[in-house]
């Protein structure tokens, strides 16, 4: 269970992921370089790292991609709004032995104990952000993987009234989709009739 200290860092951080929001939509800014330079200074007020004021830029930079996007579709779309505390840190994070290391203030730091479970699992791997929740702890890891090379390659286009396949090997095929609908209609009033 965090502590009352780190319940304050996480409600600190989603006020200012909900001011960073506000100033996007305000100065209509696009991206992360833009609304840093409308939003850094103004989050200086919160008494959390500095590290933390690039975190929720980035975040709310991707909340607005994604709200603009849906508003694109949708005029109706609610304006975004970060509800939940939480913790992104991608830069002030340290794993000290067993444990991962947060800043919460300048100077200040927690603790988190971890299982064997996460411990194997992150072994060998650089763990490159954390998001903390009052209940959770999510670790984002990169590995190495092997890169692989195809055996072949398939491409579908899928249109209003079509369907066509192809692959690498040569093999290509057109599915009509007005005869099939129209089959399928035929079949299902044949048999509720």
């Known amino acids: 269970m965090p502590t009352h200290e780190i319940l304050d860092v996480l409600e600190d951080y989603r006020l200012m992921l909900n001011d960073c929001i506000r100033i996007g939509i305000r100065e209509h800014v696009t991206s992360m370089k833009s609304l840093s330079s409308k939003a ?9 790292a500095t590290c933390y004021r690039l975190t929720a830029v980035s975040k709310a930079t991707g909340i607005l991609r ?16 970060a509800e939940r505390p939480v913790l992104v840190d ?39 952000s954390v998001t903390l929740t009052a209940g959770t702890l999510s670790m984002c890891y990169s590995k190495d993987v092997e890169e692989t ?39 299902r009033s044949q048999v509720s009739s």
């Open 149 to 187: 090379t195809p055996r072949g390659l398939v491409g579908i286009d899928s249109n209003l009234d079509n369907i066509t396949i192809a692959s690498s090997d040569g093999y290509g095929q057109r599915f009509d989709l007005k005869s099939h609908a129209n089959q399928g209609d035929i079949q």
């Open 40 to 48: 850094y200074h103004q989050l200086s007020r919160y008494d959390l």
């Open 66 to 81: 994604n709200y603009r996007k849906s508003m694109r579709k949708n005029s109706g779309t609610k304006t975004p709004y």
């Open 90 to 128: 991608c830069y002030g994070f340290r794993i000290q032995g067993k444990r991962p290391r947060l800043t919460l203030i300048p100077h200040e730091h927690a603790y988190i104990d971890l299982n064997d479970h996460t411990l194997e699992t992150i072994a060998n791997h650089a763990v490159r």
